[in-house]
């Protein structure tokens, strides 16, 4: 799993359009959500979980099936009780580290969604601004 989408996560949560009827307090929740510590830490805690779950899944069979294959593959040199950590290269603190890496993330989405609701009032204006005079050079061109 790239280590990227995972730090992404945070940030997917705020770029997801929020229904035209959103109120103002549904922005301060979401807001307080991701500002919450104990949030952030059990973003990264599960985090922790998944990746250090992923690093022990065995992947012998599976490369002993594409050995079949293509018997010239790295994969038929792969130990049949190897593991995903393993085949990886990844250390043992890797798991760790990307848990504070969602923790550190959410934490900068946190401060990103308390700006973006401090200006979210002047960008619906500026949207509305802007279609308006969108509009009206439309009508104008059909003159």
């Given at each position: 799993m790239p280590r990227l989408a995972l730090i992404a996560l945070?940030?997917?949560?705020?770029?997801a359009p929020l229904p035209a009827?959103?109120?103002d307090g549904e922005?301060?929740?979401?807001v307080a959500t991701l500002n919450d510590p104990a949030t952030q830490d059990r973003m990264a805690d599960t985090i922790t979980a998944i990746v250090g779950a992923l690093m022990q899944m065995p992947v012998g069979p599976l490369a002993e099936a594409?050995?079949?294959?293509d018997p010239d593959s790295?994969?038929?040199y792969i130990?049949?009780?190897?593991?995903?950590g393993e085949v990886a290269g990844r250390d043992p603190g890797y798991a760790d580290r990307m848990?504070?890496?969602?923790?550190?993330?959410?934490?900068?989405?946190?401060?990103?969604?308390?700006?973006?609701?401090v200006y979210a009032p002047v960008l619906k204006d500026m949207a509305r601004d802007m279609a308006a005079q969108w509009e009206r050079e439309r009508e104008a061109q059909r003159r």
């Open positions: 945070p940030f997917l949560a705020l770029a009827a959103a109120a922005m301060r929740d979401a594409v050995a079949r294959v790295y994969a038929a130990p049949r009780d190897a593991t995903l848990g504070a890496d969602v923790r550190a993330t959410t934490r900068m989405a946190g401060q990103a969604a308390a700006a973006l609701a």
